[in-house]
T-cell receptor
Framework: AQKVTQAQTEISVVEKEDVTLDCVYE???????LFWYKQPPSGELVFLIR??????QNEISGRYSWNFQKSTSSFNFTITASQVVDSAVYFC???????????FGTGTKLQVIP | DTGVSQDPRHKITKRGQNVTFRCDPI?????LYWYRQTLGQGPEFLTY????????KSRLLSDRFSAERPKGSFSTLEIQRTEQGDSAMYLC??????????????FGEGSRLTVL
């Protein structure tokens, strides 16, 4: 069975601080996909990134970066120089078997204080 | 290009009543998913369709829940004999398995159900 754990329930940072959101996953498959989604206060979930299990390269997109480590089954998300607009709930998710059932973690609520 | 739309956005009902939610996915998407989200929790998988075929249904889903996607386009989720524990946001998402496949789910704004 697939499982995603986000141990951090809520995080508060002051604007311009860096923040890392943790994600640990469990799966029996050798082929799987990991995602991060953002849910702003308005409520609609928005896709941020996908990684597949064969690609452990870290990725950077602007102020966002992702660190994927198969050895520790982790897929952590770092926001550099956080901004108030980053305030949202962030979900890590896992999909096995070709993007079929997608399992979400419980989310981390990030509050960026001006 | 319109996104995923859900109707109604809000539904208040009395315990024991039946409710139905509709989801219109992005038109070229062949996969459609239903999730349920309660306060402070992540989306919980309910079921998904590829075209009109329902390929997986959560074991957590009781027999009071049924979903259809009759022509492989829009989908409905019906909850019969609602209970207070059914109060949640019901999310619909769609995705495509053709072309450049990213696995991205496109979510609607959700249908919030309150059972009194």
């Amino acid at each position: 069975a697939q499982k995603v754990t986000q141990a951090q329930t809520e995080i508060s940072v002051v604007e311009k601080e860096d923040v890392t959101l943790d994600c640990v996953y469990e799966t029996r498959d050798t082929t799987y996909y990991l995602f991060w989604y953002k849910q702003p206060p308005s409520g609609e979930l928005v896709f941020l990134i996908r990684r597949n299990s064969f690609d452990e390269q870290n990725e950077i997109s602007g102020r966002y970066s992702w660190n994927f480590q198969k050895s520790t089954s982790s897929f952590n998300f770092t926001i550099t120089a956080s901004q108030v607009v980053d305030s949202a709930v962030y979900f890590c998710a896992l999909s096995e078997r070709g993007y079929q059932k997608v399992t979400f973690g419980t989310g981390t609520k990030l509050q960026v204080i001006p | 290009d319109t996104g995923v739309s859900q109707d109604p956005r809000h539904k208040i009902t009395k315990r024991g009543q039946n409710v139905t939610f509709r989801c219109d996915p992005i038109s070229e998407h062949n996969r459609l998913y239903w999730y349920r989200q309660t306060l402070g929790q992540g989306p919980e998988f309910l079921t998904y369709f590829q075209n009109e075929a329902q390929l997986e249904k959560s074991r957590l889903l009781s027999d009071r829940f049924s979903a259809e996607r009759p022509k492989g386009s829009f989908s409905t989720l019906e909850i019969q004999r609602t209970e207070q524990g059914d109060s949640a946001m019901y999310l619909c998402a769609s995705s495509s398995t053709s072309g450049v496949v990213t696995g991205e789910l496109f979510f609607g704004e959700g249908s919030r159900l309150t059972v009194l």
